[in-house]
Each structure stands twice: as structure tokens, then as C-alpha cells.
């Protein structure tokens, strides 16, 4: 939330000084909640054990004890632990009949009134009006989405008049060198398959 307003006041003409009391979260030993603990969401894990985050994660099935100590990662079996305990809950599950609305106004009351929600998953996983609702009423500070549902939201979506929602347009593996990984994998696909 920080980044997009902080450079709406760097580059506005209005700006005449910048706040010194303008802070924000600190993500250094925060706690981070990876809900969907798949190749994906290993390899946010790995990123978030740099920053010293303290890293909890459920999923369908358990990783492997040396691939949790390798992270630093503690399971939660249950996905309410996980909501209650951290500052960043991360979204990284496929969406599935099981996963459809997984984030709904129950869940989102389990979470801090601090923190943060992320979604790089799909926006189907979150019930978009309960997340509206939560965000409105200061249920959870932020939320942080590269995809919705649909895509591109309406225009007149209450998401997009928020000031503590940030939304990117699902351009999470949007690099040269991700999109020519992606392909290479179709290939070689397609090669095990002829």
C-alpha cells in the first residue's frame, strides 16, 4: 500500500514535503501464513527466509521434515491456526471446487486487524465481497492482489476505491525470462507425450 502511495506523493505536483511519521509494516521477522505449500509456494518460503520471517504454511499434504527445516517453515494442520497467527497470509493454491471462496467472511475475521491478505493464486479463491467488507470495516489493513475475479474487474468494482487494497493485473510471472521458462516446459511437455 505504501509503495503505490508513496510514489503518488513523490511524483504529484501538489507535494510540497514529505510526512516524517508516514511508517509502514515491517516485514523482517514478521510472521508469513502460505496457505498451499506447492513448488510455488516453497519457493516463496525460501525468499521470505531472507527477510528472517518466521514462516508457518498449511496444505493438503505435509512437506517432508527436511524440506521444512530447509525453509524454516511450521506446519499448521489446521487453517485457522494459520490465519489467527500471521501478519502476511499468502494465497498459493490452485482453484479447485475445494478452493472456491477458501477466504470468506469467517476467515477473514480469524486474521489479525493487522494484517495483510495476498493473492497470486486466482481471485475466484477469495469471496471478493466478504474481502470488500473487511477491508471497508478495518477486519484486516491491506490486501495485496494480482488476481481478481473477473479479470479485469469492472470498473465501478468497490475494490478499486479503496486506499488499502493494491492490485496488479495477474502479472505475477510476467518477466521474458518466466514466460520462455513456461514455454520450454510446454515443449518438452509436448516432446514426453509424442
Known amino acids: 500500500m505504501y509503495l503505490h502511495a508513496g510514489c503518488h506523493i513523490a511524483v504529484s505536483p ?43 504454511y498449511h496444505n493438503r499434504n505435509r512437506r517432508r521434515k527436511e524440506e ?17 497467527q500471521s501478519d502476511f497470509v499468502m494465497l498459493v493454491v490452485n482453484l479447485t471446487p475445494e478452493t472456491h ?9 480469524l486474521m489479525k486487524p493487522t494484517a495483510t491478505l495476498i493473492n497470486i493464486s486466482r481471485g475466484a479463491v477469495i469471496d471478493q465481497d466478504a474481502l470488500v467488507e473487511a477491508l471497508q470495516n478495518k477486519v484486516i489493513r491491506a490486501a495485496a492482489l494480482d488476481v481478481t475475479y473477473p479479470e479485469p474487474l469492472p470498473r465501478d468494482h468497490p475494490l478499486l476505491t479503496l486506499n488499502n487494497v493494491i492490485i496488479t493485473p495477474h502479472i505475477g510471472t510476467a518477466t521474458v525470462q518466466a514466460i520462455r521458462v513456461m514455454a520450454e516446459e510446454a515443449i518438452a511437455n509436448m516432446l514426453a507425450v509424442l
Request: net charge positive; with cysteine; hydrophobic share 45%.
Open 68 to 84: 521444512e527445516e530447509a525453509v524454516g517453515a511450521h506446519y499448521c494442520a489446521k487453517m485457522e491456526d494459520l490465519l489467527q
Open 14 to 56: 501538489d507535494t510540497k514535503y514529505f510526512a516524517v511519521d508516514w511508517l509502514g509494516v515491517e516485514v523482517t521477522r514478521a510472521t508469513l501464513g502460505i496457505i498451499g505449500m506447492g513448488s510455488i509456494g516453497y519457493k516463496v518460503a525460501q525468499r521470505a527466509r531472507a527477510f528472517n520471517m518466521r514462516i508457518l
Open 101 to 109: 471462496k477458501l477466504i470468506g467472511k469467517k476467515e477473514l475475521g
